[in-house]
């Protein structure tokens, strides 16, 4: 019993049984989803599968039409202002404030959570610093490349260290190579603080590399799989492409 309950502890995200409608479009059907504390959770799934509706359940920017959805043990509508600091979200687009500096765009986090000035300064560039943008600290996004902005957005969610980072197409809009090394700096960052989180990706490839599993979605926001990343060997051509073909089935 005890370890029942242990093991329902470790829920940091926990959506069960969940209905969203939009007038008479059913976005999400009846989803159960849930991620361990410190597990990282791969979405795939078309245009259209649900993917930022799940998004916007988790941030508490919609509220579910019935079933429940748990983060960190709070209800994401109901418990809105306790919520803030315990969850971010990089979005596709990096959304930086222009007139700030990469330092002040990563401190904005922690400004409206009450840090102060100095120690939020501080912070703010040690983070810059891990996702090595170290040498950029007072630039103006304008002066940044799309990528270095991608960074920066990633360092302002990771400095408000929260039990749950969400990831929407964080490094679709990037070239290969520095698409890369940014995934490498997110797994690094993200096993270093433990965080869990959830990252929803068009790529399949970049799903089975971040994800300790990945959850394929099909419309309306169905679990149509859940893989377990460790069973599959990216290295090896052929496997990647019978599971790309797999992959595209499921969510078709
Ligand atoms: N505010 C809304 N009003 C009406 N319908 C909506 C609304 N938001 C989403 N939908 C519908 O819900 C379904 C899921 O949309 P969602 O944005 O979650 O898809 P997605 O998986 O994020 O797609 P994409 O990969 O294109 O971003 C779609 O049919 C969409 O048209
Ligand atoms: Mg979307």
Same mark, same amino acid.
């Given at each position: ?72 043990g709070l209800d994401p509508v109901e418990d809105w202002s306790a919520m803030q600091g315990k969850i971010a979200i990089a979005f596709q687009g990096p959304r930086l404030l222009p007139w700030r500096t990469a330092t002040g765009n990563v401190a904005v986090g ?32 304008? #002066? ?6 991608? $960074? =920066?957005?990633?360092? %302002?969610?990771? +400095? @408000?260290?929260?039990? !749950? ?39 399949? #490839? ?6 300790? $599993? =990945?959850?394929?979605? %099909?419309?309306? +926001? @169905?679990?149509?799989? !859940? ?5 599959h060997d990216l290295s090896d051509p052929y496997a990647v492409a019978h599971l790309r073909h797999e992959v595209h089935e499921l969510m078709a």
């Amino acid at each position: 019993m005890d370890d029942e309950r242990n093991e329902m502890d470790e829920r940091v995200i926990d959506v069960a049984d969940v209905e969203v409608r939009f007038d008479d479009v059913v976005a999400v059907d009846g989803l159960d989803f849930a991620v361990r504390r410190g597990e990282r959770v791969a979405v795939l799934g078309q245009t259209g599968a649900g993917k930022s509706t799940l998004m916007n359940l988790l941030i508490g920017a919609l509220a579910p039409t019935s079933g429940s959805v748990r983060v960190a043990g709070l209800d994401p509508v109901e418990d809105w202002s306790a919520m803030q600091g315990k969850i971010a979200i990089a979005f596709q687009g990096p959304r930086l404030l222009p007139w700030r500096t990469a330092t002040g765009n990563v401190a904005v986090g922690l400004q409206v959570l009450g840090v102060g000035r100095e120690q939020r300064t501080t912070k703010a560039k040690d983070w810059l610093r891990r996702v090595n943008l170290g040498d950029a600290l007072d630039r103006f996004p304008s #002066q940044l490349s799309g990528g270095m902005r991608q $960074r =920066v957005a990633l360092a %302002r969610a990771f +400095a @408000v260290e929260p039990e !749950v980072l969400l990831l929407d197409e964080s490094f679709s809009a990037l070239d290969e190579v520095t698409a890369s090394r940014l995934r490498a700096d997110f797994l690094r960052v993200a096993e270093e603080a433990r965080t869990t989180s959830v990252i929803v990706t068009h790529s399949i #490839q970049e799903a089975f590399e971040l994800g300790h $599993r =990945v959850v394929v979605l %099909r419309k309306p +926001a @169905v679990v149509a799989h !859940v893989y377990t990343s460790a069973d599959h060997d990216l290295s090896d051509p052929y496997a990647v492409a019978h599971l790309r073909h797999e992959v595209h089935e499921l969510m078709a």
